[in-house]
């Protein structure tokens, strides 16, 4: 049995990242926004520098509502918690717990690194993504 996260990113246009996630019988496929933050830089993040009894969260922005996932490691555990909001600035209501996953390194933070492997190598007009990668000082 497949007890691995898939996630694909697609061609980014007009600041709008196509997103397919995939747990079992559980799918989620938005479009998330570059606007507010980098879920790009924040999936690097997390599958770069994510230790021990942390948290950190990725936010996919779809301009109001917004989809949360949450991933904490304990040793060679990982959990990864995904919510949902009708509105990211709405600081009174919880945003609604849609699914926990748990899992070791290969079945939740491999499959993040495949899809910035595979991002990587799309082709795209950097216009309709804005991503500075360079560490310039």
């Given at each position: 049995m497949?007890?691995k996260?898939?996630i694909?990113?697609?061609?980014?246009?007009?600041?709008?990242?196509?997103v397919?996630?995939r747990?079992?019988d559980?799918?989620?496929d938005?479009?998330?926004?570059?606007?507010?933050?980098?879920?790009?830089?924040?999936l690097?993040d997390v599958t770069?520098?994510?230790?021990?009894?942390?948290?950190?969260?990725?936010?996919?922005?779809?301009?109001?509502?917004?989809?949360f996932f949450d991933?904490t490691?304990?040793k060679?555990?990982?959990?990864?918690s995904?919510?949902y909001?009708?509105d990211l600035?709405?600081?009174v209501?919880e945003p609604q717990?849609l699914?926990t996953?748990?899992g070791?390194?290969?079945?939740?933070?491999e499959?993040?690194r495949?899809?910035?492997?595979?991002f990587?190598?799309l082709t795209?007009?950097?216009?309709?993504w804005?991503?500075?990668?360079?560490?310039?000082?």
């Open positions: 497949n007890n996260i898939s694909s990113l697609g061609t980014p246009e007009h600041g709008w990242l196509p397919v996630f747990y079992k559980f799918q989620i938005f479009d998330a926004s570059n606007v507010l933050n980098d879920p790009i830089e924040e690097m770069m520098k994510l230790q021990d009894n942390e948290v950190k969260r990725i936010t996919w922005w779809l301009e109001a509502p917004a989809y991933i490691k304990n060679n555990n990982f959990r990864l995904i919510s909001s009708d600035f709405d600081k209501t717990l699914h996953i748990k070791s390194e290969d079945e939740i933070i499959p993040l495949l899809a910035l492997k595979h990587e190598m795209y007009e950097k216009r309709h804005y991503v500075d990668n360079d560490e310039e000082e």
